[in-house]
Every structure is written in structure tokens, then in C-alpha cells.
């Protein structure tokens, strides 16, 4: 396999992982949007073959097959690094769906979870796992203080070194920029909020993520911004 192309790269915050500034999303790369497994492949393929070293995916993205094209991707290029971050959340979609809107609040099932999505990544350690649409009511998260039992999970992985860095990735900025201001997160992934009309990230989240030096991505591009 031939040398990748060198891309420019950034600190993506508080991970201190240097990712390509152009990253890879995975959200419609899967069956549920009628892409052919091989075309999926092929994209992943050329992605990573161009330079990109950062991919992400999420548990919701396929119903899990976002998450298994990426490993398989990886798989096909082991002489290369290349980050990962998914999601933890839509647990409707997920191992725990039986458990209803409980499931976002009991700790061993968010556990199992993320575990599943390790499994399906075929990976024993992800460099980034974010709480996937923070602002849900249904995870309790205290805006104030982070407080909520998915943060005690994940800091918990992250003592155990089964994951790297701990983000999260949603629409609400206000919402976004508050949890930054508690100090508990090392990315955010922003989806949207950036228009010639409109720009809320830049009012309220940017701000906040320089004090904290957390690192943003943003939906479109995964273009690292804040260091």
C-alpha cells in the first residue's frame, strides 16, 4: 500500500491527538440510506488512502453498521494511523433498546453500550467516545455541572483506559457551550450552527472552548478549530 498524502493537521483540543483538519463522517455511509456496501467501502477506502487520519461514526449511524464499516476500513488499512470517535446515545438503536428511556440512566447499561460499541469497532480502546445529543432530557445532564450517570461511566473508561478522550456532539450550542464551561470534556463535536445568517457556535461555543482548550469538529467538514 502506497504512502498517504500528507494533509495539514491540528490538535484537536484537550485529546492532544494531531488530526487531519478534513476528517470523515460516517452518517450516511450505511444500508438505511440505501448505500451499496461497496460503496461505502470504496469511500472509506479513499478517505483514509488520500490522508485523512480521523474518522467518526456514532452507535445510532446503520443501527450499528456505521460503526462496523469503519473497523472493517481500519482492517484494510493497518499500516496507517487513524483516529476514531463515536457516540454513545439513540439507545433505541442500540443493545439496550429494551430498556426504554431507563437505559440513559442506568450506568450498566450504558457500560454495555459502549462496550457493544467496541466490540463492533473490533477495537479494545477508542481514542474518543461522545455523548451523542447532550441536551436530551432523557440523560439528566446538568448543564451547570456535567453531573449525569453517562459521565460517570465514561470517566470511569476513561481511567480504565478503554477510551481516550471523552466529547460530545449536537445541535443545541447554548447547550454545548454550557457543558464545555464544566471542564469535564475534551472535544464537541458541533452540528451546524454556522451560516452567513447565523453564528451561534461562534457567539457561544468557540468562546468557551478556547478558555477550556477543549477541541471542536464540526458536522460537515470535522474541521479540528479550537487548540
Partial sequence: MGTAPTLPTRRLGRTGLEVTELGLGGYMLTGEF???RSEAEGILDLAFASGIN???TAQMYGFGEGEELVARALQRQRDRTI?????????????VRNLGDEAYRDEKALRRTVKHS???????RIEIMMVHEPDWP???LDPATG????????EALKREGVIGAIGMGGWNCANLASLIETGRFDCALVAGGY??????VRAAVIAAAQR???????????????Q
Fill in 83 to 95: 483516529y476514531v470517535s463515536s457516540k454513545v446515545g439513540w439507545l433505541d438503536r442500540t443493545v
Fill in 138 to 140: 432523557r440523560w439528566g
Fill in 147 to 154: 453531573d449525569a450517570p453517562i459521565m460517570n461511566v465514561l
Fill in 34 to 36: 440505501g448505500v451499496a
Fill in 54 to 56: 480521523y474518522a467518526d
Fill in 118 to 124: 467496541l466490540w463492533l469497532l473490533r477495537r479494545d
Fill in 195 to 200: 451560516t452567513l445568517v447565523e453564528q451561534p
Fill in 212 to 226: 477550556h482548550g477543549v477541541g471542536l469538529t464540526d458536522l460537515p467538514s470535522l474541521a479540528a478549530a479550537c
